[in-house]
């Protein structure tokens, strides 16, 4: 098992397999992107599940694909498929924005992928298109029907607010009332491009907003419910809501995660530049003890809380994840 000096338990890792992605929102990347990892630096699938498979031997047990935005990447299935067949991998999941999950839900769903987290930002076709700086609602819409088609289950879906932009909860209450998905309210982080100042957006206000709509029961937390640890649901719903507070109340007690960058580079902390680079031990042939040594040096640096933000992060958010 995976422990750091504070012993919080480590089961947790967060894969990006790629850094490009098909639109720019604005609390993620800047409109003129960043730059790109070439390919040759990209970890190929090969590389990354020989990674995992360490991983898993010590304890990881869930691993969610992320980017960028990971269905970019040609062969996302295959990679599930390599992922689901590492002994001690119980599940792996998928955050995306949705645009191209109509294609590819059922082939993901045949690899094995369990779960879906669909980053919608806005239901309104306008501010979409703002937000994403030019894409298309119903392309994202399309993702979250097949995502249910499909059977992936539960699914979220992802609202990272911006003051007097997209922070109206009610479209989103009136969503949680038509489907059974849970919507994830999550403070605006100041790694992404735009000033926090005029856009941060504390989860109290959407709670305080919240409460406007009638009463609320709480519910308990779905599986790998993570940061967003409490969610509601209004009575008789089938989705339900909750909040994630990466700013007004960081959960770095009981953090569970590694990151893993497309280009190699194990992530201590989201909010922190510490980085550990894997590649020596993945090239030029995986090099599983020299792996696991890797990430015993990454329990011991590991750190306990997140930076302040006057740190210099060193990537943007499309460059790790989320
Ligand atoms: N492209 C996929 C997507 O949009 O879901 C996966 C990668 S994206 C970097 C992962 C998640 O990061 C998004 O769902 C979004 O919720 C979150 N995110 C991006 N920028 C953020 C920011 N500045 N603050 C908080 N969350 C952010
Ligand atoms: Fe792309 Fe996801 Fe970042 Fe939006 S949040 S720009 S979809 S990586």
Same mark, same amino acid.
């Given at each position: 098992m995976l422990h750091d000096p504070p012993a919080r338990r480590i089961d947790y890792l967060r894969v990006s397999v790629t850094d490009r992605c098909n639109l720019r929102c604005r609390y993620c990347m800047p409109a003129a992107g960043v730059p790109e990892v070439s390919h040759h630096d990209v970890l190929r699938f090969e590389e990354i599940a020989a990674f995992v498979a360490v991983a898993a031997g010590e304890g990881i047990g869930t691993v969610r694909l992320t980017g960028g935005?990971? !269905?970019?990447? !040609?062969g996302c299935p295959e990679l599930v498929r390599q992922l689901r067949a590492v002994d001690g991998v119980r599940e792996v999941t998928l955050t995306t924005n949705g645009t191209l999950l109509p294609r590819y839900a059922p082939a993901l769903r045949e690899a094995g992928l369990a779960r879906v987290n669909i980053g919608l930002p806005s239901l309104d076709p306008a501010t979409y298109r703002h937000l994403t700086r030019g894409g298309a609602l119903e392309d994202a819409l399309a993702g979250l029907a097949a995502a249910f088609a499909h059977g992936f289950s539960p699914v979220k879906v992802n609202v990272v607010l911006l003051r007097g932009v997209n922070d109206d909860p009610a479209p989103f209450v009136a969503l949680s009332e038509q489907l059974p998905v849970e919507v994830r309210f999550i403070e605006y982080m100041p790694i992404g491009p735009v000033a926090p100042h005029r856009y941060f957006v504390p989860a109290d206000t959407v709670v305080a907003r919240l409460q406007a709509f009638g009463p609320w029961e709480e519910v308990d937390p779905l599986p790998g419910a993570g940061p967003a640890g409490r969610a509601f649901r209004r009575p008789g719903a089938p989705g339900r809501i909750a909040c994630i507070t990466p700013v007004s109340d960081h959960f770095c007690h009981w953090c569970n995660r590694l990151r893993l960058t497309a280009d190699g580079r194990l992530r201590l902390c989201l909010l922190a530049p510490q980085e550990i680079d894997l590649k020596p031990a993945l090239r030029p042939q995986p090099d599983p003890e020299a792996l696991r040594m890797l990430l015993g040096r990454a329990m011991r640096e590991k750190p306990w809380r997140m930076a302040d933000t006057t740190v210099e992060l060193g990537r943007r958010m499309s460059q790790i994840g989320g």
């Open positions: 935005e990971p !269905l970019a990447r !040609l």
